[in-house]
């Protein structure tokens, strides 16, 4: 399975992001999979972002809930992550990723991740 992660951008304070990640390869009626965004900023630690699990309960960090919306579309093999009232802080890139992890927060349980897309909010 190959994941590809686009919708980066430079956006201002308080702007939105739509990212997705788009499947390929691997069985297309295969959905019984998680799927996660994470992100990583200049000189820090990679760090989770959304999660959502095959049934698709959604899971936040605390820094994304309430602004950030992850969702999935199984027949388009595609997850979403709508970021809105982006700020400075959200700054990195961010990596989409899919697998069967034992807790969807915990990023070494994927088997899969995309490139990463850069997201840069300016202040």
């Known amino acids: 399975v190959q994941l590809q992660a686009s919708g980066g951008g430079l956006v201002q304070a308080g702007g939105s992001l739509k990212l997705s990640c788009v499947a390929s390869?691997?069985?297309?009626?295969?959905?019984?999979?998680?799927a996660g965004w994470f992100r990583q900023a200049p000189g820090k630690e990679r760090e989770f972002v959304a999660g959502?699990?095959?049934?698709?309960?959604?899971y936040y960090s605390d820094s994304a809930k309430g602004r950030f919306t992850i969702s999935r579309d199984n027949v388009k093999r595609t997850v979403y992550l709508q970021m809105n009232n982006l700020k400075p802080e959200d700054t990195a890139v961010y990596y989409c990723?899919?697998?069967?992890?034992?807790?969807?927060?915990?990023?070494?349980?994927?088997?899969?991740w995309g490139q990463g897309t850069l997201v840069t909010v300016s202040s």
């Open positions: 390869g691997g069985a297309d009626t295969d959905t019984s999979y998680a």
């Open positions: 990723a899919r697998g069967s992890p034992i807790q969807v927060k915990d990023g070494e349980g994927y088997d899969y």
């Open positions: 959502i699990g095959w049934r698709t309960t959604t």
